[in-house]
Nanobody
């Protein structure tokens, strides 16, 4: 089993920034991509960003491209999501996840392990 713990969420004004972190522990064998997803109240969970094991390849949802940056530090088993120019529509619970599949998957079902989530609230 792999355990994921997110942190860094909170309340921020529109235009502000936050950095989320997610640390993996447990049976983190091999190489794996990591992703961030979010779910707003009353909406389905959506893909936000993903990064390969090496960190050399990333992929973003169009809604966050240019504002969010995903990165990882394998020595710390941690993935980050730097969020800038936040808007009220970014308000959601943000989840990190691990995928042992190829590439940078966007569907949630291709991720094997999930964190509990961290709340991000952007006020207008």
């Amino acid at each position: 089993q792999v355990q994921l713990v997110e942190s860094g969420g909170g309340l921020v004004q529109a235009g502000g920034s936050l950095r989320l972190s997610c640390t993996a522990s447990g049976r983190t064998f091999g190489t794996y991509a990591m992703g961030w997803f979010r779910q707003a109240p009353g909406k389905v969970r959506e893909f936000v960003a993903a990064v390969t094991w090496s960190g050399g390849n990333t992929y973003y949802a169009d809604s966050v491209k240019g504002r969010f940056t995903i990165s990882r530090d394998n020595a710390k088993n941690t993935v980050y999501l730097q969020m800038k120019t936040l808007a009220p529509e970014d308000t959601a619970v943000y989840y990190c996840a691990v995928s042992y599949g190829p590439g940078l998957p966007t569907p949630g079902h291709q991720y094997s392990y999930w964190g509990q989530g961290t709340q991000v609230t952007v006020s207008s």
